[in-house]
């Protein structure tokens, strides 16, 4: 599994958002100290604020503003999306130590810095797993969990096997490629799954058939309590383009949406 397989289809899945939401508000870009590493994010909207992290190779220009999802949320919501480190406009060490859990803590210090005490957390693929690391690490600071196009990167299974062989022979490894190898840190166990005490929602594309395959099924055999919604017509790529991702997205928030006012 190398880095530049999976490159082609991310900027494919950007084209094509480019081309149908070409009008798409793109919010301003603002940066935070996490740890000594530059970390990009933006806020748009107002609300209980929602934490939206972005796929592995993306960023999240290309997998929230340009479909129009970020505007979306934020005719409701508080949206913060943040571009993970080793992406779009965050620094991209090339240490490993600079990866695994320091991208979940990334979020812990964006809430920091936006004195935010909890957030709803969306993440896709990628961002669903650093999101789960974050509800079960720090439950204290997740108001609700949504996963899209992933569910649960399980301890000792085949998924956390192939992330942790990504560019693992080569000694000039880029940024991305040591990021996704680390991506096999941030497996969790049966237990910590178990021990996940947050609303959830998992949305995955119909035709996303190695994601059901690899996480969704093994999820739904602990926690059927989980609700999964399948998006219609979507695979891995362009689920993020489907209105119903949006919509689903949506509902979930709303779902869990608080009285209390966020803090």
Same mark, same amino acid.
């Given at each position: 599994?190398?880095?530049?397989?999976?490159? !082609?289809?991310?900027? $494919?899945?950007?084209?094509?958002?480019?081309?149908? %939401?070409?009008?798409?508000?793109?919010?301003?870009?603002?940066?935070?100290?996490?740890?000594?590493?530059? @970390?990009?994010?933006?806020?748009?909207?107002?609300?209980?604020?929602?934490?939206?992290?972005?796929? +592995?190779?993306?960023?999240?220009? @290309?997998?929230?503003?340009?479909?129009?999802?970020? #505007?979306?949320?934020?005719?409701?919501?508080?949206?913060?999306?943040?571009?993970?480190?080793?992406?779009?406009?965050?620094?991209?060490?090339? *240490?490993?130590?600079?990866?695994?859990?320091?991208?979940?803590?990334?979020?812990? +210090?964006?809430? *920091?810095?936006?004195? &935010?005490?909890?957030?709803? /957390?969306?993440?896709?693929?990628?961002?669903? &797993? /650093?999101?789960?690391?974050?509800?079960?690490?720090?439950?204290?600071?997740?108001?609700? =969990?949504?996963?899209?196009?992933?569910?649960?990167?399980?301890?000792?299974? !085949?998924?956390? +096997?192939?992330?942790?062989?990504?560019?693992?022979?080569?000694? *000039?490894?880029?940024?991305?490629?040591? %990021?996704?190898?680390?991506?096999?840190? =941030?497996?969790?166990?049966?237990?910590?799954?178990?021990?996940?005490?947050?609303? $959830?929602?998992?949305?995955?594309?119909?035709?996303?058939?190695?994601?059901?395959?690899?996480?969704?099924?093994?999820?739904?055999?602990?926690?059927?309590? +989980?609700?999964?919604?399948?998006?219609?017509?979507?695979?891995?790529?362009? %689920? /993020?383009?489907?209105?119903?991702?949006?919509?689903? @997205?949506?509902? #979930?928030?709303?779902?869990?949406?608080?009285?209390?006012?966020?803090?």
């Amino acid at each position: 599994m190398r880095a530049r397989f999976f490159s !082609a289809p991310f900027v $494919v899945a950007a084209c094509l958002a480019y081309a149908g %939401c070409a009008g798409a508000e793109t919010p301003k870009v603002q940066t935070l100290d996490s740890g000594g590493l530059k @970390i990009a994010y933006s806020v748009q909207g107002q609300g209980e604020p929602v934490v939206l992290i972005h796929g +592995w190779l993306s960023s999240a220009n @290309i997998n929230w503003s340009l479909p129009g999802t970020s #505007a979306r949320l934020a005719k409701d919501f508080q949206v913060i999306a943040l571009d993970v480190r080793g992406h779009g406009a965050s620094d991209k060490p090339t *240490d490993e130590d600079a990866y695994g859990q320091e991208m979940m803590e990334d979020v812990v +210090w964006l809430l *920091d810095h936006l004195k &935010i005490e909890r957030a709803h /957390i969306v993440g896709y693929s990628m961002g669903g &797993i /650093i999101a789960a690391n974050l509800a079960s690490r720090h439950p204290e600071r997740v108001r609700s =969990l949504t996963l899209g196009g992933m569910a649960w990167l399980k301890t000792g299974g !085949a998924a956390q +096997w192939l992330f942790a062989r990504i560019g693992r022979d080569d000694p *000039d490894a880029k940024a991305r490629t040591v %990021c996704g190898r680390s991506l096999a840190k =941030l497996a969790l166990t049966e237990d910590e799954i178990k021990a996940i005490d947050v609303p $959830v929602t998992v949305l995955v594309g119909k035709k996303d058939n190695l994601i059901k395959r690899l996480y969704v099924t093994p999820l739904q055999k602990v926690r059927d309590d +989980w609700p999964v919604i399948e998006i219609d017509d979507a695979n891995h790529i362009n %689920c /993020i383009l489907k209105e119903q991702f949006q919509d689903e @997205i949506a509902a #979930a928030l709303k779902r869990h949406a608080t009285a209390d006012p966020p803090q």
